[in-house]
């Protein structure tokens, strides 16, 4: 979480807003701007859940207005995922996306309930349910791999602490972040007060899910 006082140096993070445009813009072309979505969203009261939800609903209302979205809480409780998409799924037939705000702690929610209800079906047969959200774990890597996941915006947890060992180099060495651009393609941005290094996020699909720079790639056991 990014600090909400002013004071700090600088705050590398990712930039969730973006993380939702993206996984917005998957959506609405995946869909050619028409159909139904469920967005499973994290906790509103938190910035990074509210972030992704504005960056993901903003997104689908302004650029998708032939699609019908479906927004539901899941306060970042993984309990909560089933619960939603067998609710909204049996009032509301014919979803054919569901968005996940975090698909580490919402996927195997989801899996499950689509398992139970008969509804999971791998990429690409008929009657299955388009499955995409954020953060880019190992075994979402898996999933896509497996057909059981389309795609995954993916958090740059590796890049956190590189960048961030090099802000902390360079508040030594008494250099100060410069507003805009950086050379790591991420956007050093003013936010309260506070600045903040927004760092990019790629979707991960079955194209390029073993590119081995992605994070979910490196990592074992997660």
Do not use: C
Not at 122 to 132: A, K, N, R
């Amino acid at each position: 979480m990014a600090p909400e006082e002013p004071g700090a140096y600088i705050t590398v993070r990712a930039n969730n807003v973006q993380m939702g445009n993206k996984g917005a813009d998957w959506v609405g072309e995946a869909l050619n701007g028409k159909g139904k979505v469920l967005e499973i969203q994290g906790d509103l009261q938190n910035r990074n859940g509210a972030d992704r939800a504005e960056g993901f609903e903003t997104q689908m209302t302004e650029k998708f207005s032939g699609i019908d979205l479906i927004s539901r809480p899941g306060k970042w409780q993984p309990e909560l995922s089933g619960t939603i998409t067998q609710t909204v799924l049996s009032s509301n037939p014919g979803i054919d996306v569901i968005f996940m705000a975090s698909t580490a702690l919402y996927l195997s929610g989801v899996q499950g309930t689509l398992k139970m209800m008969n509804l999971e079906k791998p990429v690409g047969e008929q009657g299955h349910i388009l499955l995409i959200g954020i953060d880019g774990t190992p075994y979402d890597h898996d999933m896509i791999r497996q057909r059981r996941l389309d795609a995954v915006v993916s958090q740059p947890l590796d890049m956190y602490a590189k960048y961030g060992v090099q802000h902390i180099i360079n508040a030594l060495a008494g250099i100060e972040p410069k507003l805009g651009p950086t050379d790591h393609n991420s956007e050093i941005v003013l936010h309260n007060g506070i600045l903040q290094d927004l760092l990019p996020s790629p979707i991960v699909t079955l194209e390029n899910v073993d590119e081995p720079n992605f994070w979910g790639n490196m990592v074992k056991g997660y």
